[in-house]
């Protein structure tokens, strides 16, 4: 017995390729979407800022940035490990974008450049305590910074910054008193004949922040006019 069949699949296999054409259309067009943000948002400023070059002065000679000396690298290192970046920042905006100028924590913006030689960015995303981009520029005594991270309100009494002790050890004085000896009076003194004296990561912090001078002239960040 034969049966005759005749049914035409010509519509559904049509209505099948016309949806298999609007997922295709929309897989690419996801694609070239997230593809053109990667390119303009990772891959752009990636490949813009690994060409940037050390300015020279053209008629000084000097150049600028300058790497920082292998102490400084690893102060920045203990920089980031006690969170200092949550509190302080490290740009100087515009003169028409903020008063960081007239705060005097920079005499310009501060451009990409500035950061080239800088193992991470510590840009930060508060400031609770002073801008930190200028501040070797602002305050050059190494003993000033240890004072400050042993006792922080010794210097500011209404500063909310913690103590970092633990950055600092107490030793017998053996002969003359180190040279990086902490000057403290009054309670917070160590005892007759011992002395508080930075570990290896405070003298590092400390040459870290003393790098910090980005007072140098670059031509895409003029000073501003007065």
Known sequence: MAFACSRDFSGENAGGDRRVNKFAKLFFGVFALFGAS???????????????????????????????????DQGARVFAANGCVYCHTQFVRDRNEGSDI?????????????????????????????????????????QWYYRLLYDPQSL???SVMPSFRYLFREQR???????????????????????????????????YLLSLKRNYALPEAPKPAE
């Open 38 to 72: 990667w390119l303009g948002l990772v891959a752009y400023p990636y490949i813009t800022f690994a060409g940037l070059q050390p300015n020279k002065d053209p008629n000084t000679g000097a150049v600028a940035p300058q790497g920082n000396p292998g102490t400084a």
């Open 102 to 142: 007239e705060r005097g924590w920079g005499e310009r913006r501060t451009v990409a450049r500035d950061y080239m030689f800088d193992r991470q960015v510590f840009l930060g995303n508060a400031r609770l305590g002073a801008d930190l981009t200028n501040v070797g520029v602002r305050q050059s005594d190494p």
């Open 156 to 158: 500011h009494p209404a």
């Open 173 to 207: 004085v053996l002969g003359q008193i180190s040279a990086d000896a902490l000057k403290l009076n009054g309670p917070g003194a160590p005892p007759d004949g011992y002395e508080i004296v930075p570990t290896g990561d405070g003298k590092a912090i400390v040459a």
